[in-house]
């Protein structure tokens, strides 16, 4: 079973601030099958990246995902209010078919 | 616009069992791979279950803490999305979100998502 592992579990930064976020996978993901979700309180996930470094539609380019293997990141260069909340990683090409990180939050120092 | 929105959830004792239901709008429902993901109150999420379009066979897999208790249905003549959930465990507490994807199918990751329904197993 592949297994995400997410750090750090929280992250405290100022607006303007640079964050990393870190995925760690089990095994090697095939096919760069990665994404990452951001999720605020009381809503629904929501995709923000693909296959390691696709922005959906609509996503600043202040985000940005990188790695392969087994090593993945979500950076997000210059941070906004609006974008502290949690985000998670997601596999998509392993077995179990679909895993989930345990999320990384993000919050206001 | 896509629009999913789950029912069904509530309060069940341990060991009964509770259907949940997502409506669907906005998309053609009988093309689409469909999905199911929840999240404990306070953790993460977790992957439930998927069910193919009929064309691809209507295959249903199921994640390791949930297979053969839950079972994935759907209805297309309804747009309508089922997971019957049996042997329930104070484990399977969570909030259940409706999910799917815009074109192409397949395990791909979920663009859209349905508000959620609350589930709570306790006695």
């Known amino acids: 079973e592949v297994v995400l592992t997410q750090s750090p579990g929280t992250l405290s930064l100022s607006p303007g601030e640079r964050a990393t976020l870190s995925c760690r996978a089990s095994q090697r993901i095939s096919n760069n099958y990665l994404a990452w979700y951001q999720q605020k309180p009381g809503q629904a996930p929501r995709l923000f990246i693909y296959?390691?470094?696709n922005r959906v539609t609509g996503i600043p380019d202040r985000f940005s995902g990188s790695g392969s293997g087994t090593d993945f990141t979500l950076t997000i260069s210059r941070l906004e209010p609006e974008d502290f909340a949690v985000y998670y990683c997601h596999q998509y090409g392993g077995s179990p078919r679909h895993t989930f990180g345990q999320g990384t939050k993000l919050e206001i120092k | 616009e896509v629009q999913l929105v789950e029912s069904g959830g509530g309060l069940v004792n341990p060991g009964g069992s509770l259907r949940l239901s997502c409506a669907a709008s906005g998309f053609t429902f009988s093309d689409a791979w469909m999905f199911w993901v929840r999240q404990a109150p306070g953790k993460g999420l977790e992957w439930v279950g998927r069910i193919k379009s009929k064309a691809d066979g209507e295959t249903t897999d199921y994640a390791s803490p949930v297979k053969g208790r839950f079972s994935i249905s759907r209805d297309d003549s309804r747009n309508t999305l089922f997971v019957q959930m049996n042997s329930l465990k104070t484990e399977d507490t969570a909030m259940y979100y409706c999910?799917?994807?815009?074109?192409?199918?397949?395990?791909?990751?979920?663009?859209?998502w349905g508000p959620g329904t609350l589930v709570t197993v306790s006695s």
């Open positions: 999910s799917t994807r815009r074109p192409p199918y397949g395990d791909f990751p979920l663009d859209f």
């Open positions: 296959d390691v470094s």
